[in-house]
């Protein structure tokens, strides 16, 4: 049986939606069932039901581009899109995120909303809803994924998983412009999981109109509910799906936001990672999706990328792509008793050259193993002077060297790599503290050989 016009107003009426309000609805037709009369027939019960003092507000956002405020048509469900076009009612001009309103507050809502600096701002009808006591948010067959004002919340909170857009339109006079909005959301979110949290509020009334599930909440409760979620976990309304790329990456942006915050880089070794260089795109998704923007190339995959120059530039750009950084790039450099300071230096030059699609300050040098025929002493004074040697050129480059503690080589452990770096006279020259390896030889790395050691001196 269809719905009748009076059947919806005495739902909506059940349901609690005050006269007088000011509603924003978000909406779907086919939800309802067989409605006499189509969407202009809910229209008519919701401004009856709201009354000549009450402002209805919907959604009314355009794919079409440019937009255009008079034309372009909504494509956020067929009711909004049959209200766009109602006698009386006046759309806001907004390249992403118009709304049609109608009623005493239509204009005091919509004002202004293409001068925002984000598109469901305090200054948006959103916003300014959620300003009101007497603002509400009706969902009609549709559940929270659909509730712009939600993004709100995360404009306040300033998520670090949101972005920037610009989309054209035509402005009163007739001119092309382009709007450029910051915070702005992206793709998918998992509003749905905030219902519990609006029910437990009490916040939230849920009901049915013919087939349609409706929820009726004050706009100005939901977004502080919302607001205070997004403050105590910034994932809140993200889902935990891992096939979900969308959420994987704003996880990762949220993650990356946290690190930046330490004062510490951390960066994920790309190497020996199961995956041959040419396979590069999943290893960088795999680090991306924890928030890791550095990276530290490997001794393997550096000598295997230094005769690929096209391999070399595609994995640069595809670096720039997801604005990932290498902060360390391993050098072969040749570090024996065999090996003269003009080996090493220009081992460096070559290393310099190679590398230097991906910029790298920093260049983290081989071990200096202890097989060789030189004594302890003619070892340890050898390898100050190839040291020295490659830390001038280091400094002409502005370019920092890094030594780091191997097992079985001239820097074993914490008395050895203390030694070693008090020798060496370039301040290019740095310790990089692997507890790894100093548990390998033996020492306690962290309460002993780093807290009390002096090789972090040289770090």
Not at 110 to 117: D, F, K, R, S, V
Not at 263 to 291: H, K
Not at 339 to 361: M, N, R
Request: proline residues 7%; contains cysteine.
């Amino acid at each position: 049986m269809a719905l009748s016009k009076q059947y919806i107003v005495s739902g909506l009426h059940h349901l609690g939606l005050p006269e007088g309000c000011a509603v924003m609805v978000h909406s779907a037709l086919s939800a309802f069932g067989e409605v006499e009369g189509g969407a202009g027939t809910v229209i008519e019960a919701l401004l009856e039901a709201i009354g000549p003092q009450g402002t209805l507000l919907m959604p009314a956002m355009a794919s079409e581009q440019p937009f255009r405020i008079a034309s372009s048509p909504s494509t956020v469900g067929a009711i909004s899109e049959v209200f766009r076009s109602w006698p009386g009612a006046i759309r806001s001009l907004h390249p992403t995120h118009s709304a049609t309103a109608l009623g005493p507050l239509a204009e005091q809502l919509l004002a202004g909303h293409i001068e925002q600096p984000t598109a469901v701002g305090p200054e948006s009808p959103w916003g300014r809803l959620a300003q009101r006591d007497d603002g509400y948010i009706l969902l009609l067959g549709v559940d929270q994924d659909r509730n712009t004002l939600l993004h709100g919340a995360e404009e306040v909170v300033d998520a670090p998983y949101l972005g920037s857009i610009s989309r054209d339109y035509i402005d009163t006079d007739g001119n092309r412009r382009t709007k450029i909005m910051g915070r702005y959301p992206g793709p998918h979110r998992d509003f749905i999981s905030l219902d519990p949290l609006f029910e437990q509020a009490g916040i939230m009334k849920i009901g049915k109109i013919g087939s349609a599930i409706c929820r009726l909440t004050p706009a100005r409760q939901m977004l502080q509910l919302a607001v205070t979620a997004l403050q105590r976990d910034p994932a809140a309304v993200l889902c935990d799906n891992p096939r979900c790329r969308d959420c994987v990456r704003q996880r990762a942006a949220i993650k990356r936001d946290m690190l930046r915050r330490e004062d510490f880089t951390l960066s994920a070794v790309i190497d020996q990672v199961g995956l041959p260089p040419d396979d590069f795109e999943q290893a960088l998704w795999l680090i991306a999706a924890e928030g890791i923007r550095h990276l530290e190339i490997g001794a393997q995959w550096a000598a295997t990328i230094a005769d690929d120059d096209h391999l070399r530039r595609e994995l640069a750009a595809a670096l720039a792509d997801r604005d990932m950084l290498v902060a360390v790039y391993h050098a072969d450099i040749p570090l024996s008793d065999e090996a003269s300071a003009d080996d090493a230096i220009k081992a460096l030059d070559a290393a310099i050259h190679t590398s230097a699609v991906f910029t790298p300050e920093v260049f983290k040098l081989p071990p200096y193993l202890s097989d060789g025929p030189m004594s302890p002493e003619e070892r340890r004074a050898h390898a100050v002077e190839l040291l020295d040697a490659v830390g001038q050129r280091a400094s002409e480059s502005k370019l920092s060297l890094l030594v780091e503690n191997r097992p079985r080589s001239v820097c074993s452990n914490g008395k050895a790599c203390a030694e070693l770096l008090q020798a060496v006279t370039s301040p290019a020259v740095s310790f990089a503290f692997n507890p790894a390896h100093f548990a390998q030889a033996g020492e306690r790395p962290f309460l002993q050989t780093y807290t009390r050691g002096r090789a972090k001196r040289h770090m």
